[in-house]
Nanobody, 125 residues
Framework: QVQLVESGGGLVQAGDSLRVSCAASGRTIGSFTMGWFRQAQGKEREFVAAISRSGSSTVHADSVKGRFTVSRDNAKNTVYLQMNSLKPEDTAVYYC??????????????????WGQGTQVTVSS
């Protein structure tokens, strides 16, 4: 069992940067593939980024590629999502998730076993 708590969300203007964090407790995140998802109001939750256990492999959704970067610090049991050049369409609740699965990296929600409660990111135009 692992507990995930997101933080760092807030209200920013278009073009600003923000870093959200996901702190884990209960187990070391080094044993999990980690992912970030987001859900805008009235829309389905969607994949944003994922990172392998070692951090050597990452994948980002096309909508955020070149602007967002996922990273992890296993010693601090924390995963990060650095968001640059934010747009109003990035407004959403951002969730981190952990996967116990055998694969290197996952982009599908069904592959993730543990979820945080989310942090709101609002980008004004």
């Amino acid at each position: 069992q692992v507990q995930l708590v997101e933080s760092g969300g807030g209200l920013v203007q278009a073009g600003d940067s923000l870093r959200v964090s996901c702190a884990a407790s209960g187990r070391t995140i080094g044993s999990f593939t980690m992912g970030w998802f987001r859900q805008a109001q009235g829309k389905e939750r969607e994949f944003v980024a994922a990172i392998s256990r070692s951090g050597s492999s990452t994948v980002h959704a096309d909508s955020v590629k070149g602007r967002f970067t996922v990273s992890r610090d296993n010693a601090k049991n924390t995963v990060y999502l650095q968001m640059n050049s934010l747009k109003p369409e990035d407004t959403a609740v951002y969730y981190c998730a952990a996967s116990d699965g055998r694969g290197t990296i996952f982009i599908l929600q069904r592959n993730y076993d543990y979820w945080g409660q989310g942090t709101q990111v609002t980008v004004s135009s």
